[in-house]
């Protein structure tokens, strides 16, 4: 059967990809204390409150441990891809007390916003971190991951004031960045992201004075935000940065960003490849040059990316990655014209290769197209059960089932679509199964209306029982 609503669906995508997001991104969420307590008093836990500009947009907001009225503090504004604000602080609190920043976040950006809103609500924090926090001025920085990288490096772009920008599973158009605004660029991804390619492709930068503010991090995983060494990394960098640039008095913090990196070395911290650790060395030389003595950091990484191992590493990981477009390309032209029996035998080939391959960078490649597909997969679902493309919609939601069988959104929306055609013991069992692998969204269970015909079975409202709230 082919379904050429749906390839005109794929095409769209393909060709005008602008914001990517995951799914299942916040899997792993950490608590956090809620409050509404303003400034004055408050030394710790995450504070919720409204944008005194417009009422209507809220954020969120944790003080480091450290703070004392009357000091002010840098401050870096971290976009969640799904609008979740309080997982984006609560993942880095302790990063922010080490170096003593503010973390503040927003449900109000997210995936999906057009560009008038977006805007609106972008301009409206900067007012707010002006007005409502005891920030440093001309030391705001900005950060995010997927989707919420790239609204990051949009705002960073715009001639906002923003000092530095961290994004993470994201690109930016390198173009856009002129006259070094913002100061200083760190863009990170893991060996598995599908959107690795985005952030390798940013070091072809040739402009001297660019290449020593863009710092590249590398690390073993998936689509995810970064580790929280690498956000402690990251405001070490932008700490040290502040101090060159003459915006940060105090130069005393430079021995404190070169101990941090110190003990990073002496730990396992990017062992796990050549490539990982080389990048390492780079961000150390760029970050402390001529600020501290870093030979030693000169003559390790002089010496490693001249290395046989590395060097294979590198060309290995080259030669992977442009065969991982044709691969990708052949799966995007089976979405539509193959069947679902054909998707499900082909993806438990992928996830059982991605499982017993031995090889790290095969393994991370194959990672990749999984993940890419996944995002694809979800993109076009979402859209078809929107547009109510039901036939299109179902055969997307068996295919991303198949692709990311360990994604809790690919068995929520199964069961949405099951619902719609009145299949209530299979909606019942994908939703039993989203709940089993970790969906935690009882909320958006009783707000989705395909539901309503299940609220007097028994079983559905055992499921729903069990999920939390």
Known sequence: MKYYRL???????????????????????????????????????????????????????????????????????????????????????????????????????????DGETAGHVMQTLLGSISSQLPVIPNRVYVGGFSGGARYAALLAMSGSGIQGLMIAGAGFPIENWKNLSPSVIIAAAND?????????????????????????????????????????????????????????????????????FDSLDKSDYCAASKIYKSLFYERILKTLVYQKDVDKYGKAYGAMIQSADYLAEKNAEQNLIKEELGIKNNYYAAMGVKDTTWWCNEMQRLNSSIQTEKNNLKQAQLMRVRNGLSLMCYMNLDKTMKANSNQDAHYLSVLYRYIDPDNTESWFLAAIMEARFGANAKAIDYLRTAGNKGFNQRARVNQTTEFNSLLGDPMFQDVVNKLPN
């Not at 209507?56 to 944790?62: A, G, Q, T």
């Not at 690390?219 to 405001?235: R, T, V």
């Not at 932008?238 to 021995?255: C, G, M, N």
Request: aromatic share 10%; charged share 25%; hydrophobic share 40%.
């Open 192 to 260: 598995g992201d599908m959107n690795l390619p985005e952030i390798l492709a940013l070091d072809a930068i040739k402009d001297k004075g660019q290449r020593s503010r863009l710092l590249i991090m590398r690390d073993k995983g998936i689509h995810e935000w970064p580790a929280l060494k690498k956000m402690q990394e990251s405001l070490a960098i932008f700490t040290a940065y502040a101090v060159r640039d003459s915006i940060e008095k105090d130069k005393k913090k430079l021995d404190v960003v070169l101990s941090f």
């Open 7 to 113: 390839f005109t669906f794929i095409l769209v995508i393909l060709s005008g990809l602008i914001l990517s997001c995951s799914s299942n991104s916040n899997n792993e969420k950490t608590s956090s204390t809620e409050t509404t307590e303003n400034t004055d008093g408050a030394t710790s836990g995450i504070i919720d409150q409204a944008c005194s500009l417009d009422p209507n947009i809220k954020f969120s907001y944790y003080l480091p441990k450290s703070f004392e009225e009357g000091k002010k503090y840098p401050i870096l504004l971290l976009f969640d891809p799904q609008g979740d604000g309080h997982f984006a602080i609560s993942k880095y609190t302790d990063a922010a007390d080490q170096f003593e920043y503010i973390l503040m976040s927003t449900s109000a950006i997210k995936n999906g916003l």
